[in-house]
């Protein structure tokens, strides 16, 4: 077989993932300017400077390249999330919830425009609610994870899910009332309020030597 033809001293593979990459950015950077509804086919090509067939060339419709684009931040912020956390994996189990915490809120704090691609309103995006729904299952059974090297021996695992669950989901409604305005607080302040119901909630199935 014969290797792909180049052009430019690129192969038809690289300037099709080039061409993806500039459809994705431009989705990115008109959601951070004007919400997940300004962006659709030809604003994104537009900006792209690509015609309306490379659209489709990387993406089947616009509901898949919004959720490309909404996967793309929600790793990066679990890779934030997890560095943090390996950062201090020598630690007791609510000094990395801490440091997990911390992490999310100065990034919302830092990056609003960014942060309002994963903590912004999604209503009338079946596609965008359904992820929303997704990744807090998917969050929380990461979380159940983590601390199940710190969990006591007769601990309840439905119990601790339901709490967990309960954690990670007012998490999100709070950075979206934060985001907002709703909530008047800095964001140290908000990372201390934040710990402090997180180390209520886990007191009842940590070891007391994971405590902090």
Not at 124 to 137: F, I, K
Not at 160 to 189: K, P, Q, T, Y
Not at 195 to 203: A, E, F, I, K, M
Request: charged share 25%; proline share 2%.
């Amino acid at each position: 077989m014969t290797a792909s033809r180049r052009y430019s001293g690129k192969t038809a593979d690289e300037r099709r993932a080039e061409r993806r990459l500039a459809l994705l950015g431009a989705a990115l950077d008109i959601w951070q300017e004007q919400g997940w509804a300004a962006v659709t086919m030809r604003g994104v090509c537009a900006r792209a400077n690509l015609t309306d067939r490379y659209f489709y060339e990387s993406f089947a419709n616009r509901d898949a390249l919004l959720a490309t684009a909404w996967e793309q931040v929600r790793d990066e912020t679990l890779r934030m999330v997890l560095d943090a956390v390996a950062a201090r994996i020598e630690q007791p189990a609510l000094d990395q919830l801490r440091a997990a915490v911390d992490v999310v809120v100065h990034h919302v704090q830092e990056e609003p425009a960014r942060a309002q691609i994963l903590f912004g309103d999604h209503a009338g995006s079946a596609v965008l609610e359904q992820l929303r729904r997704q990744t807090v299952q998917d969050t929380t059974g990461l979380l159940i994870d983590l601390a199940r090297p710190h969990l006591k021996p007769d601990v309840d695992g439905l119990e601790f899910r339901v709490n967990v669950l309960l954690g990670i989901g007012g998490f999100v409604e709070i950075m979206l009332a934060w985001r907002s305005g709703l909530l008047d607080a800095d964001a140290d302040a908000l990372v201390d309020h934040l710990t402090g119901v997180g180390t209520s909630l886990s007191r009842m199935f940590l070891k007391g030597d994971t405590n902090g």
